[in-house]
């Protein structure tokens, strides 16, 4: 694996880093394949969301090559740097805009800004950090992703962003853009006649709620047959606990899983 510590340092200072040559040319494939398929699955349900985009969601319930890449090690180290050994993955989507969408407005993922602490500022922020995986090349006419570096330490107002402010994430299929949650961005318009298909893994730290409830959707073959990695990333090492009877407590049963805090340990039956 490449040395890390360049992309760490563009994290801290730029909010973003980008991991060229991340996925070879057969994953490429492989996801859009897997992407076209479910689109086509799903194309019967109606979305007010982005006219014109295809969107879908829980993409590691879907494709072994989804599972495959949110676990791959450059990928890992990047989240691992902002989140936190334990991250958790809150959700794997996809976003492919097609001719004629326009330009998304600028936002920060997960809403307002929050400046750094003046201490330790990894074991609070950011609370969360988003993977874009380009699998088209990303270009000024198919929509390319627009981002304002240096944002995620900076509280403007998104109205107040001059253009010379932004740039344009452009790039070959296979290459990922990491982004501290709270970095100014926002998708361009399409104006050609091919869809841009890309993925998006975001990530938080355990304590955040994701988006998508993993302990509950993914099939009990595949949580079985997981890397421990995987678990985690699922949610299953850090989910909250039930009470099924009095003192009793449990958590969704898969090998490796355990819960936040142990509430049977030390606690006698009657």
């Not at 194309?43 to 791959?72: C, G, M, W, Y």
């Not at 492919?96 to 997960?110: E, F, I, N, T, Y």
Request: hydrophobic fraction near 35%.
């Amino acid at each position: 694996m490449e040395d890390m510590e360049r992309h760490f340092r563009e994290l801290d200072e730029l909010g973003y880093t980008i991991l060229e040559d991340f996925l070879t040319s057969k994953q490429v494939e492989e996801a859009i394949l897997a992407l076209e398929e479910i689109y086509e699955c799903e194309k019967d349900v109606v979305s007010l969301h982005e006219p014109n985009t295809k969107r879908t969601f829980n993409l590691t319930s879907r494709a072994e090559i989804f599972r495959q890449i949110i676990q791959l090690p450059r990928l890992v180290a990047c989240m691992e740097y902002l989140l936190g050994s334990d991250y958790i993955l809150s959700d794997m989507g996809g976003r492919s805009p097609m001719r004629g969408v326009s330009s998304q407005g600028l936002h920060r993922d997960g809403g307002i800004f929050i400046p750094n602490p003046p201490y330790n500022v990894h074991a609070i922020l950011p609370l969360a950090a988003q993977s874009m995986f380009a699998l088209s090349e990303f270009t000024p006419d198919n929509g390319a992703t627009r981002f304002v570096p240096g944002s995620h330490i900076r509280d403007i107002d998104l109205g107040a962003v001059r253009p010379g402010e932004e740039r344009l994430f452009i790039c070959s299929p296979g290459t990922v853009l990491i982004y501290d949650n709270r970095l100014i961005h926002g998708g361009g318009p399409n104006t050609i006649d091919e869809i841009r298909y890309s993925i998006q893994g975001f990530c938080c730290r355990k304590y955040i709620k994701p988006f998508c409830d993993h302990t509950r959707s993914i099939p009990r073959d595949l949580i079985e047959s997981a890397s421990p990695l995987l678990r985690r990333l699922w949610g299953f090492e850090y989910q909250s606990a039930w009470e099924e009877s009095p003192r009793d407590f449990k958590v969704m049963e898969a090998s490796g899983a355990k819960p936040v805090f142990d509430f049977n340990h030390g606690i006698g039956r009657q």
